[in-house]
Structure formats: C-alpha cells, structure tokens
C-alpha cells in the first residue's frame, strides 16, 4: 500500500514539473510575443518619423548619429527596395495606412528600375518592394514590374560559367578583362527569377536560378561551409580563377552577412523547388554560423567571425537579423534537434535585438529601428550604423515568429 502510494505521490509530481515547464515555456514564448507587438508598434512610430525626412526620389540609406545627418540614395541603389518593403510589412503587421500610403509613393518612383540591366541586385530593388506588394494585394502592374524586372535581371546571365554576373568588373586586378565576378550576395536575388517562372510559366527564369545556386555551391563554399564573398570566373571557360572577401578581413575570412546572405538564399532556394540539396546546404551553413567557436552566446555575431579584436570587435545586427529570419523558415523544413535548435537560436537572436542595446527611443537613430549594423569595414562605410536591411529583415523575422506561433 506504501508502495502504490509513494508511486502516486511521484507520479503527481512528475506530471506537476511537467505543467510548470510547459507553463515556463509558454510564458517565456507569451513574453517575446508581447515584446515584438510593442517593437512593431514603436517601429510604425520610426518609420512614420523617417518619412517625414526624406523628399520625393530619395531612399534612406543610415543614419550618421554624430552630425545628425540621415544619408539617402535614388532609386538606383542596391538598398532601395528595403524601405518600401519594410513599409508595406509593417502595415501587414499591425494595420498601418499611413505607411503603406507611403509605399505606394514611393513604388511609383521605384518602377523605373525594371528596366535596369546594369545591377544584379533587382531581387532586393524589386522583389522585397513590389513583391510583396503583390503577395499582399494582387495587381497587374506589379506583376509586369516584377517580370520585366526577371527579364532584366537574366540579362545578366552568363551560360557558360552558368552564373549571374554580380559586379560589371572585379575590384582588383587577379582577373583581366574577360572576368564575370559573382559574389554571395547574389543568392538573394534569385527569388524573383522563381517568382518569374511560376507566374509567366516560363522554365527560363527557374533555370537560371537553378544553375546559379548549384555553380555557388560548387565554387563558393569551403570545406566547413562558410564562403568566400566573390569568386571571379574566366568567361570563356566558366573557370574560377580567383576566390576572395571583399567585405571581409581578410580572403579566407567568414564575413558574417555573407554567410547569412547564403543561409537565407539556400533555404529560399530549397522552398522553391524542393531539391533536398538545397536544404542540406542551409542546414551546413547554419550549423557553421551556430557551432562557430567565435560565435558569441546571443548569436549576434561580430562583423566578421576572424575580425582582429574579437571579443572587442564590432557585432552586425544586420547579419543578426538575416540569420533570424532565416533560421525561422528553414526550421519549418527541418526535423528533430534541428528544428527545435534553429528554432531556439532565432528566438535568441530576437529576444537581443528587441532589448535596448539594439532598439531605440521614438524619434532617435535617425528614424531607422535597429542599431549597430556593419556595412563595409574595410572601406569604413557604414560602420555601427542602421542599415535599411537590418530593419526590413528584423521585422520580417519578428512577423515570421508570430505567424509560427499564433
């Protein structure tokens, strides 16, 4: 009878750890949850505040916190799909008119660049602007923007080194003139081309898309996983000649917003044609990035994971962001430890950059919502800085976690 009853008693407590951990857990979730309504609610107030300082025409860059001073690009620049984009997902958010008012604005100045044949970089323009206009309200001039800027953008294409061109020219002189430079940036822009495809039904865009990520995987990557910025082929051949880190310390280094522009490009390339390939170089990149020695315990990681300096080197909350939003998709395409750990590691990532270190009063840092991003160090541009990426793919992370879990 003591025996069954001392069973009980253990059973009862057991079952109680149980309820309290699931209680702790939830509460924890609830908490990030609250957080991210009230970051949204504040970044509306930034952004509302950003768009009473620039005039038509102009894109805001950053943010110089010494002379005051918001600098802007035109239409032109890489960046410039970012601001409108992370208008129009802020809206989604949390129901703001005014700024997708803003967007439209600012959309209407943007199309022009569709026609653009001299940047790689339409995916950014085009698709984090009009694309997501589009998925949130379908519109027939979006959609022949989104596709002439495909066509655009496979203008770039070369068949031979099976690779989009990136740069018109390499930075330095380790190729000559019959160079193609493709730098790992470019994977993010790959989007639009399978977007071109599933609505034209054209193979041609999914294609060059295809080819571009598998001739990345072949050259750009390490044996570790981590990739070197730009890799330079002869064009005659399609052979890699010279393989280098442009942004980064030094070419062997791993440049953090590097690796997480092949994180996420990889993981969106799994989702649009779901070749286990992909998801499998996703998965490599992002073990890299988590298990890195030089990885800080928030995962908001240093500019470069070899920068000199570490621990005392600058962090980039722009990689942080990226690597955020990333690992919370590619978690939903993986199993088991993966899962829950990518899971874990994004929701620390958030719970970091939604603290005061990273977010700013209403009204400060220019209008922007994030802190301490890092552009370019070795050409000391941008340096602890808000940058419009950082911004757009915070608030794409913190929408991605609410939606996972409602």
Not at 133 to 159: F, G, V
């Amino acid at each position: 009878m003591k025996t069954k009853l001392l069973f009980l008693l253990i059973t009862i407590c057991c079952l109680s750890c149980k309820q309290g951990t699931k209680k702790q857990t939830s509460s924890t979730e609830d908490t990030l949850s609250a957080t991210i309504d009230s970051t949204l609610l504040t970044a509306v107030k930034q952004y509302k505040f950003l768009a009473k300082q620039i005039d038509s025409g102009q894109y805001p860059k950053t943010y110089h916190a010494k002379e005051d001073r918001l600098e802007t690009s035109n239409s032109g620049w890489w960046c410039s799909g970012f601001y409108p984009g992370t208008l129009l997902y802020l809206d989604e958010a949390v129901n703001a008119p005014d700024l997708k008012q803003e967007a439209q604005r600012v959309l209407e100045d943007l199309k022009k660049e569709q026609s653009n044949t001299s940047t790689h970089d339409l995916g950014f323009m085009m698709y984090c602007s009009f694309g997501n206009a589009n998925r949130l309200e379908k519109n027939p001039e979006y959609e022949k923007i989104l596709l002439n800027s495909a066509k655009s953008l496979s203008t770039r294409y070369n068949d031979t080194v099976k690779a989009i061109r990136s740069w018109d020219s390499a930075p330095w002189n380790k190729a000559g003139d019959d160079d193609l430079v493709v730098i790992i940036d470019n994977m993010m822009n790959l989007e639009l081309l399978f977007w071109a495809t599933k609505f034209s039904g054209d193979s041609t865009y999914y294609d060059i898309a295809v080819n571009h990520a598998n001739t990345t995987i072949k050259n750009h990557f390490r044996s570790d996983y981590s990739s070197y910025h730009e890799v330079i082929y002869k064009e005659e051949n399609g052979e890699a000649r010279a393989k280098i880190t442009n942004q980064g310390t030094a070419d062997e280094s791993a440049w953090a917003r590097g690796q997480a522009w092949g994180l996420y490009g990889y993981t969106a390339t799994y989702r649009e044609t779901k070749d286990k390939k992909y998801l499998e170089q996703a998965q490599h990149i992002a073990d890299f990035l988590i298990n890195h020695p030089n990885m800080p315990k928030d995962y908001i990681p240093y500019w470069d994971f070899n920068a000199p300096g570490i621990p005392d080197a600058l962090r980039d909350s722009s990689a942080a962001s990226i690597i955020a939003s990333a690992l919370l998709e590619l978690s939903s395409y993986s199993e088991g430890d993966k899962k829950e750990n990518y899971q874990t590691i994004a929701k620390t990532i958030l719970e970091k950059l939604l603290s005061d270190e990273y977010l700013p009063k209403v009204g400060e840092n220019g209008g922007f919502i994030l802190k301490h991003g890092v552009g370019n160090m070795p050409n000391k541009t941008e340096v602890d800085t808000p940058l419009s990426y950082g911004d757009y793919y915070l608030v794409e992370a913190m929408i991605r976690y609410k939606e996972m879990n409602q």
